[in-house]
């Protein structure tokens, strides 16, 4: 099946396509175009027309444009999780609960387009702000470059788009390498939906390439970026006076304190550290436990983990397949080796069927093994003993990451001194860092990025705040 680009409201065919491969049989799903500095440039150039009519079309209609776009996946979802699936092995049934979720996003978009607004200011508060008015509005910032990740396809897709379109912006989305069928499907729903000519425009491609042509064109005044550190900072450092926010990586950890209930925790903590295996920003992989319950946690945690089934990411019973590449495979095998040959133990997994990592609990694990301090992105969970929640917030921060972090404690004392001293972007009481819902501030500290996504939060960083001052004489 050969897909085209999506310039200025048309399906543009490319000059060259390449073979896109399913991540777990490694067959031909589809051949995808190669997008051109000048097809980018016409993107750009459509999104650059169309950002006045954008700016000027009535809340209303935008918010709904993106109801019309939440009914239309409403109605298509098993299709939805199905391309999601085919392109990047994640698991049917998490596919499925992505794209509810991306339902969800798009009718927080349309929500919170209608609830776009400045305020008042109380201008007569400083001596000579007397016998005038001041108000703020929100107006939008233009032309927005999206820049998004393989693991999410379509929800972190909607994390973008939605915001752009509630605010009246335009946007040219450069979607991953591995998954560019979710955002042109997307593309295609929001067409229908009723979105004017240019407003959304999909070009695919090289990231290298394209990406860096996006960030670097004047007519594009955000950047708005979700994938690994490495990349980020890059944009970063090349983005000029544009306006950025990077959604990062992590090493997520939770605390788990003496006198919880293992029964309902445990498979909670095993959904965080293997879902989409381990292919999540906020994945649990680093577990702090309490000493003395430590041996009845990695107990149930192993018994636990050994119930997942591997498989083909098509079939409704599988909960972990494919990692997105063979040299993702190869890396966390590599890492893996790297902690056994220091000292680590595998208490379960550590191999591999195909291009599956079986999912592995490492223990005995030291802070500087790679498996700990940087992002495994793959299916393999640390369970380390501590003598107390203050020495597990010592060891969570010991991270050049900060995006969430979470505490299982009975004590309300211990959990409020956590969420005061955990250096990250949120913290989940009696909860797994993994937890999100699509409309919270989301965002992390240190490497983690800047700014915050969910959809308010989004707008905010999508729109330049505007003063108003009016002289009564
Ligand atoms: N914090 C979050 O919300 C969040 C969410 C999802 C994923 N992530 C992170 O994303 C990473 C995994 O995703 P990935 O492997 O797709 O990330 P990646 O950084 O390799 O790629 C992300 C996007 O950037 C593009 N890109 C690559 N090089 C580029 C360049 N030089 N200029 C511009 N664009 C370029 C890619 O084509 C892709 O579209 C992990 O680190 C994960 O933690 C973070
Ligand atoms: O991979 C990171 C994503 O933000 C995960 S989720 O969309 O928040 O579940």
């Known amino acids: ?37 000048n097809d980018v440039d016409q993107a750009i150039a459509a999104a650059y027309h169309a950002r006045e009519k954008m700016a000027k079309m009535p809340k209303h209609e935008r918010a709904k444009i993106l109801e019309n776009v939440a009914s239309l996946l409403e109605q298509r979802k098993e299709e939805a999780a199905h391309i999601i699936a085919q392109e990047s092995a994640k698991p049917l049934r998490t596919a499925l609960e992505e794209v509810n979720r991306t339902i969800q996003t798009y009718k927080f978009s349309s929500e919170e387009a209608k609830r776009i607004h400045g305020e008042t200011l109380p201008l007569d508060a400083a001596p000579g702000g007397e016998n005038r008015i001041g ?11 999206a820049i998004t990740p393989f693991n999410f ?62 960030v670097q064109d004047e007519r594009v005044k955000m950047i708005t970026f979700t994938g690994s550190p490495q990349v980020g900072i890059a944009i970063r450092n090349k983005a000029g006076l544009k306006r ?4 990062l990586g992590s090493n997520s950890a939770v605390i788990i304190d003496e006198g919880v209930d293992l029964r309902s925790i445990v498979p909670r903590c095993v959904k ?47 909960d972990i397949s494919a990692l997105i590449s063979k040299n993702d495979v190869q890396r966390v095998l590599n890492w893996i080796e790297e902690a056994k040959q220091a000292g680590a133990t595998v208490a379960t997994g550590g191999d591999i069927t195909g291009n599956i990592v079986h999912p592995t609990v490492l223990l005995h694990t030291k802070p500087d093994m790679k498996v700990s301090c940087q992002e495994v992105f793959g299916p393999v969970v640390l369970i380390n003993k501590v003598a107390s929640v203050e020495e597990a917030i010592q060891f969570v921060n010991d991270s050049r990451y900060g995006l ?5 404690t009975n004590h309300i004392a211990r959990a409020l001194d956590a969420a005061e001293k955990l250096e990250v972007g949120g913290v989940m009481i009696n909860d797994i860092p993994t937890f999100r819902v699509d409309h919270m501030p989301y965002g992390g500290v240190k490497e983690s990025g800047i700014g915050r996504e969910g959809i308010k939060y989004a707008i905010e960083e999508m729109t330049e705040l505007k003063l108003v001052v009016i002289n009564r004489q």
């Open 404 to 408: 969430q972090a979470g505490i299982y």
């Open 1 to 37: 099946m050969r897909k085209k680009l999506f310039i200025d409201g048309k399906w543009v065919k490319a000059e060259k396509y390449t073979s896109l491969l399913s991540p777990y049989n490694e067959k031909i799903i589809a051949e995808i175009p190669v997008a051109t500095l």
């Open 153 to 214: 396809p379509m929800n972190l897709v909607a994390h973008k788009v939605g915001p752009a379109i509630a605010s009246g912006n335009t946007i040219v989305l450069k979607p991953a390498s591995q998954t560019p069928l979710s955002a042109f499907f997307i593309a295609e729903l929001l067409q229908e939906a009723g979105l004017p000519d240019g407003a959304l425009n999909v070009v695919t491609g090289r990231g290298s390439l394209i990406g860096n042509q996006i």
């Open 272 to 318: 965080g550290a293997f879902s989409n295996q381990g292919q999540v920003c906020i994945s649990l992989q680093r577990i702090y436990v309490h000493k003395n319950i430590y041996e009845e946690f990695v107990d149930r945690f192993v018994s636990e983990t050994r119930t997942l089934t591997i498989g083909d990411p098509l079939h409704a019973s599988t």
């Open 244 to 247: 950025v926010t990077l959604e």
């Open 135 to 145: 108000y703020t509005i929100r107006e939008p910032i233009g032309v927005i470059g």
